[in-house]
Antibody, heavy 119, light 107 residues
Framework: EVQILESGGGLVQPGGSLRLSCAASGFTFSSYAMNWVRQAPGKGLEWVSSVSGSGGTTHYADSVKGRFTISRDNPNNRVYLQMNSLRAEDTGIYYC????????????WGQGNRVTVSS | DIQMTQSPSTLSASVGDRVTITCRASQNIGNSLAWYQQKPGKPPQLLIYKASSLESGVPSRFSGVGSGTEFTLTISSLQPDDFATFYCQQYNIYSGTFGQGTKVEIK
C-alpha cells in the first residue's frame, strides 16, 4: 500500500525559512517523480514543484522560483521542499504527491501539512 | 505556461441530477488531463486520467471526455457523496497546472 506523509510545517515569520519533508513507502521510490502542491486557505490547488525519480531534474512554479528548492533522498524514500524568503501568500496546506510513471498524473497524495507565514 | 480554466466555478444541483463540468486548456495538451475530487479537509482524490480513463475504484457514474483544449467531466446521477470540489489538471514533464475548481453544492 502506498503511503505518503508530510511533516515540517508550522508558523514562520515573513522572510523566514522552513523545510518540509515527505516520507513515502509502498512503491519503488526512485522510479517515480514526486511533486509538491499547495492550497491557500479557501482557495484552489496550485502545483509548486516537481523532482524526477533520480533527483536530477527539477521544475518550479514561477511563484516560488528562486525561493524554494526541491530535493530527494532515494535511499531513505524522502522528498524535501526547502522554502526560503517566505511570504504571507505562501501560507497554506502543502501536499506531497506521487506521479505515475513518466510525466503522468498524480495518483497518490499525502494528507497535507500546514504552513503559516505571519508575524 | 499552460493555463487551465474551469466552468462553472460553482454549481447547485440535486441528488439524481446529471452534472457537467468543463475545463479548457490555453494550448493543445492532447489527452494529458486528469480530474480530481476534493472534500473539505482532505487531499484530492484521482477520478479520471488520460482525459477519459476511470481510476480503479471510482464509480462508473463519473466519466470524462475531450482532447486538445476542451474537456468535460460528467456525473451521470449525482449522489450525496459527490458534493465536493472538482479540479482538472494538465500534466507534462514540466508541471501539473490545475484549474481553479468547481464546487458542486446541494440545491
Amino acid at each position: 500500500e502506498v503511503q505518503i506523509l508530510e511533516s515540517g510545517g508550522g508558523l514562520v515569520q515573513p522572510g523566514g525559512s522552513l523545510r518540509l519533508s515527505c516520507a513515502a513507502s509502498g512503491f519503488t521510490f526512485s522510479s517515480y517523480a514526486m511533486n509538491w502542491v499547495r492550497q491557500a486557505p479557501g482557495k484552489g490547488l496550485e502545483w509548486v514543484s516537481s523532482v524526477s525519480g533520480s533527483g536530477g531534474t527539477t521544475h518550479y512554479a514561477d511563484s516560488v522560483k528562486g525561493r524554494f528548492t526541491i530535493s530527494r533522498d532515494n535511499p531513505n524514500n524522502r522528498v524535501y521542499l526547502q522554502m526560503n524568503s517566505l511570504r504571507a501568500e505562501d501560507t497554506g496546506i502543502y501536499y506531497c504527491a506521487k506521479r505515475t510513471y513518466g510525466s503522468g498524473w498524480f495518483d497518490h497524495w499525502g494528507q497535507g501539512n500546514r504552513v503559516t507565514v505571519s508575524s | 505556461d499552460i493555463q487551465m480554466t474551469q466552468s462553472p466555478s460553482t454549481l447547485s444541483a440535486s441528488v439524481g441530477d446529471r452534472v457537467t463540468i468543463t475545463c479548457r486548456a490555453s494550448q493543445n495538451i492532447g489527452n494529458s488531463l486528469a480530474w480530481y475530487q476534493q472534500k473539505p479537509g482532505k487531499p484530492p482524490q484521482l477520478l479520471i486520467y488520460k482525459a477519459s480513463s476511470l481510476e480503479s475504484g471510482v464509480p462508473s457514474r463519473f466519466s470524462g471526455v475531450g482532447s486538445g483544449t476542451e474537456f468535460t467531466l460528467t456525473i451521470s446521477s449525482l449522489q450525496p457523496d459527490d458534493f465536493a470540489t472538482f479540479y482538472c489538471q494538465q500534466y507534462n514533464i514540466y508541471s501539473g497546472t490545475f484549474g481553479q475548481g468547481t464546487k458542486v453544492e446541494i440545491k
